[in-house]
């Protein structure tokens, strides 16, 4: 498992974090942590979220965080094919966003804007119907607007 | 990995999602995936670049895993264990107490003008084990004196004991005149032993008391 989906969930980690070194490391964890108890219901689709999970935790450090921004300062042109609210999702945006946004709208924000999932398959994966996907969206989207007049008022 | 898709190259028509890409990385069995990415340089461009990439992974260390918990140790009532144990264990032990009455304790009291009740015992050591309220006696066991009276009574209550044995008549004063202080279990400084195969009756004379509080030993 972890050498087959490893590359997969290392790529899945740095297109959050910015950063192969700290990508390593979270799957690395991630696999460290479970091995132990390791069982059948630990499926891909489970290693993703627990990637998505480190991530979001790392990001929530402010060091880490600040670390990240710095270091990559100029990924801060993101990578992406999907944009929220015309703008392609990154580090810095996830990094802001974490504090504003619950566990459910940051797994449908990573999904939707870093892994690029369509709404249904995102409905499928997180187990919960298409339009609470579209709320979870809108509601992302206004933050984000929220978030761009907090910065233009400064 | 490179950076596969500046964000200026639009996908023609959905993306197709990195996780797909991913298993098509790894079996490339999907028509759909195939057909898109012929026409999609969005997407093509960042399935070249799954492609392409090499990823070395951090050494993973397998390490023993934990020896599996029994039911009752994940179980929330685990708890209960030792606290269900503890509460037997005290009833085994405390049974034959709570079903049988307790062996006679013998404690004299006696009414002194002036100080109130006093409470007499005799503390039997006997191999080290200490028995309060003895009433029986072997060679070798050696015995002393405990007063209960009220602490605030008198600053110091005279006592004397005398320790006859019933069938001879003979009188013994074992341990030297003193005084003690009121107070719960006040040893009278000294011990005894007793001899002889008869029994043997054990008085203390306390304070202005004319009758003396009396305790009997019966051989074992």
């Given amino acids: 498992m972890y050498r087959t989906h490893g590359p997969a969930l290392v790529r899945k980690a740095e297109r959050v974090l910015r950063s192969r070194d700290d990508a390593s490391d979270v799957v690395h964890a991630v696999f460290a942590d479970l091995l132990p108890r390791w069982d059948a219901s630990i499926d891909l689709p489970y290693l993703y979220r627990a990637v998505t999970n480190r991530c979001l935790n790392l990001l929530r450090d402010r060091t880490t965080r600040a670390r990240l921004l710095e270091r990559d300062h100029a990924s801060a042109c993101p990578v992406g094919r999907v944009a929220l609210a015309d703008e392609v999702v990154g580090v810095g945006l996830i990094a802001q966003l974490v504090d504003r946004l619950d566990e459910a709208h940051q797994g449908v924000l990573i999904g939707r804007f870093i892994d690029d999932l369509t709404q249904d398959e995102l409905a499928d994966t997180l187990g919960v119907s298409r339009k609470t996907i579209g709320k979870r969206l809108d509601h992302i989207r206004d933050e984000v607007i929220a978030l761009r007049g907090e910065g233009g008022s400064r | ?220």
């Fill in chain 2, 1 to 220: 990995m490179t950076a596969p898709a500046p964000h200026d190259l639009a996908c023609t028509a959905a993306p197709i999602s990195w996780p797909r890409l991913e298993h098509y990385a790894l079996a490339p069995d999907d028509r759909e995936i195939a057909t898109h990415l012929e026409t999609c340089a969005a997407c093509r461009r960042c399935y070249d670049a799954i492609a392409a990439d090499r990823v070395e992974l951090r050494p993973l260390v397998a390490v023993a895993p934990a020896p599996a918990e029994s039911w009752w140790r994940r179980s929330r009532v685990r708890w209960l264990v030792p606290v269900l144990a503890s509460a037997v264990l005290a009833l085994v032990l405390l049974w034959p107490r709570m079903a049988t009455p307790p062996a006679p304790h013998a404690m004299t009291l006696v009414a002194i003008k002036g100080v109130g009740e006093v409470a007499v015992e005799l503390v039997r050591d006997r191999d080290g084990a200490i028995a309060h309220g003895a009433t029986g006696f072997r060679a070798g066991d050696r015995f002393e004196l405990v007063l209960t009276c009220p602490p605030a009574a008198t600053a110091q209550l005279p006592i004397a004991v005398e320790v006859r044995e019933l069938a001879s008549g003979r009188v013994d004063r074992p341990l030297p005149a003193t005084a003690i202080a009121c107070g719960n279990g006040v040893v009278v400084p000294g011990a005894f032993a007793l001899t002889g195969a008869s029994r043997h009756r054990v008085c203390a004379w306390i304070g202005d008391a004319t009758t003396p509080a009396c305790v009997e030993l019966a051989p074992e």
